[in-house]
């Protein structure tokens, strides 16, 4: 569970639950991918 890095986490996994809607896994997939582009780059410095 990587999921601790901020609020980034949070919007990621809802729109992960909008677009996959009961897939967990995908869900979480988005919430790496996503902000790890990003936003991670931002909340981990």
């Known amino acids: 569970m990587a999921l601790s890095a901020g ?24 919430v790496v991918m996503e902000p790890d582009s990003a936003t991670v780059t931002t909340t981990a410095s």
Do not use: L
């Open 7 to 30: 609020n980034w986490e949070v919007e990621a996994v809802y729109e992960g639950d909008a677009n996959f809607g009961a897939s967990g896994v995908s869900e979480y997939i988005q």
